[in-house]
T-cell receptor
Framework: QKEVEQDPGPLSVPEGAIVSLNCTYS??????FMWYRQYSRKGPELLMY????GNKEDGRFTAQVDKSSKYISLFIRDSQPSDSATYLC????????????FGTGTKLQVIP | GAGVSQSPSNKVTEKGKDVELRCDPI?????LYWYRQRLGQGLEFLIY????????KSGLPSDRFSAERTGESVSTLTIQRTQQEDSAVYLC?????????????FGPGTRLTVL
């Protein structure tokens, strides 16, 4: 079993839809949770960074962490074609210099 | 300021040759990571450097892979006697000090093709 599981998709939605991306994990020591967006042929870029359980909102993006269920989500409201990319969840045990474990990524396509 | 840069952006080599990939991290970032991303796959951790501590090499897939970092600056990933299964994008990331150390900033990657 992988430490972090993520549905690879692809996920195809119409423009304006609400998108839900999810990851599950097995390591209960994970405390820092991140979402990265990766456009084709580019390096990943950090989208959201959260600590422990709870919600964090940034514009059209909301990150949720449920440590009791070992489940994290990223919601994208009013999705745009420019949101079409691969979204990778990532997590680590501490916020310091630590190995970060990535999910395999979910490919999202937003259709105009 | 400048982001993480990597060179070359593309590298085509013949099986059995050695290759050297370079990463210039963001100035002042004390942690540096190397990952491998095969086509359609997630990020596979290779190695990370944290300040002056011994690097974590636990992700290197074989002894053909090695990496060095000079202080808190440039890092070089070397693959000896390349094999076709080494074909992938090699990504470098750097991370600032402090509590947000696991926030990583990625370079554009080096696309390696082994013929």
């Amino acid at each position: 079993q992988k430490e972090v599981e993520q549905d690879p998709g692809p996920l195809s939605v119409p423009e304006g839809a609400i998108v839900s991306l999810n990851c599950t994990y097995s390591n209960s020591a994970f405390q820092y949770f991140m979402w990265y967006r990766q456009y084709s042929r580019k390096g990943p870029e950090l989208l959201m960074y959260t600590y422990s359980s709870g919600n964090k909102e940034d514009g059209r993006f909301t990150a949720q962490v449920d440590k009791s269920s070992k489940y994290i989500s990223l919601f994208i409201r009013d999705s745009q074609p420019s949101d079409s990319a691969t979204y990778l969840c990532a997590m680590s045990e501490s916020g310091g210099y630590q190995k970060v474990t990535f999910g395999t990524g979910t490919k999202l396509q937003v259709i105009p | 300021g400048a982001g993480v840069s990597q060179s070359p952006s593309n590298k085509v080599t013949e099986k059995g040759k050695d290759v050297e990939l370079r990463c210039d991290p963001i100035s002042g970032h004390t942690a540096l990571y190397w990952y491998r991303q095969r086509l359609g796959q997630g990020l596979e951790f290779l190695i990370y450097f944290q300040g002056n501590s011994a690097p974590d090499k636990s992700g290197l897939p074989s002894d053909r892979f090695s990496a060095e970092r000079t202080g808190e600056s440039v890092s070089t990933l070397t693959i000896q006697r390349t094999q076709q299964e080494d074909s992938a994008v090699y990504l470098c990331a750097s991370s600032p000090s402090g509590t947000r150390g696991s926030e990583q900033f990625f370079g554009p990657g080096t696309r390696l093709t082994v013929l």
